[in-house]
């Protein structure tokens, strides 16, 4: 055993350097925060709120727009024709603050169209402002928020804002999925200044949960038309922004923003499971696009329930070495302990890491194997986006504005 030490420390060294290196690893920079808040003009800020069966989140989102600090400011609800009561408390609030609150009923879904970005097309339609603002429901803001947004657009000269924002997990399952997911998601998209540089459109990601638009930039690259069939519609937007030769600027805020995604396991696993595949195989190139998700289950299983399961294992398979078992393992439980001390979660969870990489594991395989079916609140969908490709000069391909749609906008 202690002759074979040094040979079962260097076995274990990738799993040694992860923790040791995950200040490199992530870079939780730049921050909204350190964005000048703007003394005037003000643009009138439009922020456009995508609602399906939010009736437990639209009212406590409503109020933390209601405070900003931001002097010109309109809040759009797009009802998407929900069917748990977030329709009668949306009009509520609209009634409640008519000057800034109003509410459009959603239209039927049109072929072809996912419900979210439907939702926002109609609000963008709707909207007055120089600023468009998409969040999601589930979002909370603070007070400073977007006068934050609009300091740093005016002074970066971007086209498109996103954040990374707190994630807020309070479950037992939350809290052993959930940073498993975002952590993947994290060491993808680790350095914001790197994305904020970058002209690769493979190399930017966007946030539905909080995107802000400049109007020329919004519709310079057709909006949330162009990717109305596209399930990861941020990510693709985003994609669509760079392509285009234009600027996004993406940033951490935890302290102005916070979002609790999913309250239970029912919904992480319905969740992650329309996003994993498609958001990881659009996010490099098209020959790795069909063994991706694949390859992020096996390195998983792999580095992350391979050795507790080997040193749990030890008293059965005699052949395992319990150096490297109990070294890998306890380096792994180093970095999940960081890891979750970072998302503001009790380090005790971290114990259970290797249950939240297996599930995480599962959700990439469940994901890569449900075929282009999605079913997300109530609707069915053929998702049908995986066969557009930007066009090799411009990145960009034409909106093909729908008859729904054609002289429909209008402001105000």
Same mark, same amino acid.
């Given at each position: 055993?202690?002759g074979?030490?040094p040979?079962?420390?260097?076995?274990?060294?990738?799993?040694?350097?992860?923790?040791?290196?995950?200040?490199?690893?992530?870079?939780?920079?730049?921050?909204?925060?350190?964005?000048?808040?703007?003394?005037?003009?003000f643009?009138?800020?439009?922020?456009?709120?995508?609602?399906?069966?939010?009736?437990d989140?639209?009212?406590?989102?409503?109020?933390?727009?209601?405070?900003?600090?931001?002097?010109?400011?309109?809040?759009?609800?797009?009802?998407?024709?929900?069917?748990?009561?977030?329709?009668?408390?949306?009009?509520?609030?609209?009634?409640?603050?008519?000057?800034?609150?109003?509410?459009?009923?959603?239209?039927?879904?049109?072929?072809?169209?996912?419900?979210?970005?439907?939702?926002?097309?109609?609000?963008?339609?709707?909207?007055?402002?120089?600023?468009?603002?998409?969040?999601?429901?589930?979002?909370?803001?603070?007070?400073?928020?977007?006068?934050?947004?609009?300091?740093?657009?005016?002074?970066?000269?971007?086209?498109?804002?996103?954040?990374?924002?707190?994630?807020?997990?309070?479950?037992?399952?939350?809290?052993?999925?959930?940073?498993?997911?975002?952590?993947?998601?994290?060491?993808?998209?680790?350095?914001?200044?790197?994305?904020?540089?970058?002209?690769?459109?493979r190399?930017?990601i966007?946030?539905?949960?909080?995107?802000a638009?400049?109007?020329?930039?919004?519709?310079?690259?057709?909006?949330?038309?162009?990717?109305?069939?596209?399930?990861?519609?941020?990510?693709?937007?985003a994609?669509?922004?760079?392509?285009?030769?234009?600027?996004?600027?993406?940033?951490?805020?935890?302290?102005?923003?916070?979002?609790? %995604? *999913? @309250?239970? !396991?029912?919904?992480? $696993?319905?969740?992650?499971?329309?996003?994993? +595949?498609?958001?990881?195989?659009?996010? #490099?190139?098209?020959?790795?696009?069909?063994?991706?998700?694949?390859?992020?289950?096996?390195?998983?299983?792999?580095y992350?329930?391979?050795?507790?399961?080997?040193?749990?294992?030890?008293?059965?398979?005699?052949?395992?070495?319990?150096?490297?078992?109990?070294?890998?393992?306890?380096?792994?439980?180093?970095?999940?302990?960081? %890891? *979750? @001390?970072? !998302?503001?979660?009790? $380090?005790?969870?971290?114990?259970?890491?290797? +249950?939240?990489?297996?599930?995480?594991? #599962?959700?990439?395989?469940?994901?890569?194997?449900?075929g282009?079916?999605?079913?997300?609140?109530?609707?069915?969908?053929?998702?049908?986006?995986?066969?557009?490709?930007?066009?090799?000069?411009t990145?960009?391909?034409?909106?093909?504005?729908?008859?729904?749609?054609?002289?429909?906008?209008?402001k105000?």
């Open positions: 055993m202690i074979s030490l040979r079962d420390l260097i076995l274990a060294l990738p799993w040694i350097a992860a923790p040791l290196l995950l200040p490199l690893l992530i870079r939780r920079r730049p921050w909204l925060h350190d964005a000048p808040i703007p003394d005037g003009p643009p009138l800020v439009s922020v456009i709120v995508p609602a399906r069966n939010e009736a989140n639209i009212a406590g989102l409503i109020a933390t727009l209601l405070s900003s600090r931001y002097p010109s400011l309109e809040v759009v609800i797009v009802d998407d024709r929900s069917t748990d009561g977030t329709t009668e408390i949306a009009h509520q609030l609209a009634a409640n603050h008519p000057d800034r609150v109003r509410v459009l009923d959603g239209r039927p879904l049109p072929p072809g169209w996912l419900g979210k970005c439907w939702a926002c097309w109609q609000g963008y339609q709707a909207a007055s402002g120089d600023i468009l603002v998409f969040t999601d429901a589930d979002t909370r803001h603070h007070p400073r928020l977007l006068s934050h947004t609009v300091g740093a657009l005016q002074t970066t000269g971007a086209d498109l804002l996103t954040l990374f924002p707190r994630q807020l997990m309070f479950t037992v399952w939350e809290r052993i999925i959930q940073p498993h997911v975002f952590t993947a998601i994290t060491l993808r998209y680790r350095d914001g200044n790197r994305i904020n540089r970058t002209r690769n459109p190399d930017v966007a946030n539905g949960q909080f995107i638009f400049t109007r020329a930039g919004y519709e310079a690259i057709g909006g949330h038309e162009a990717v109305r069939a596209e399930v990861v519609e941020d990510l693709r937007l994609q669509r922004t760079v392509a285009a030769g234009r600027r996004m600027f993406i940033a951490w805020g935890d302290d102005l923003i916070a979002t609790r %995604m *999913y @309250r239970s !396991f029912r919904q992480i $696993v319905e969740g992650w499971s329309k996003n994993l +595949a498609r958001g990881s195989r659009q996010s #490099v190139d098209p020959w790795l696009r069909p063994l991706l998700p694949w390859m992020i289950a096996l390195f998983l299983i792999g992350w329930v391979a050795p507790p399961l080997a040193l749990a294992s030890r008293a059965f398979l005699p052949a395992v070495s319990l150096g490297w078992a109990a070294s890998a393992t306890a380096a792994s439980l180093a970095f999940w302990i960081c %890891m *979750y @001390r970072t !998302f503001s979660i009790p $380090v005790t969870y971290a114990l259970l890491y290797p +249950a939240g990489a297996a599930v995480t594991a #599962v959700l990439f395989i469940r994901s890569a194997i449900r282009p079916r999605i079913h997300w609140k109530g609707r069915t969908y053929e998702d049908g986006a995986s066969a557009e490709e930007p066009d090799a000069a990145g960009l391909k034409g909106s093909g504005r729908s008859d729904a749609d054609a002289g429909n906008r209008s105000g």
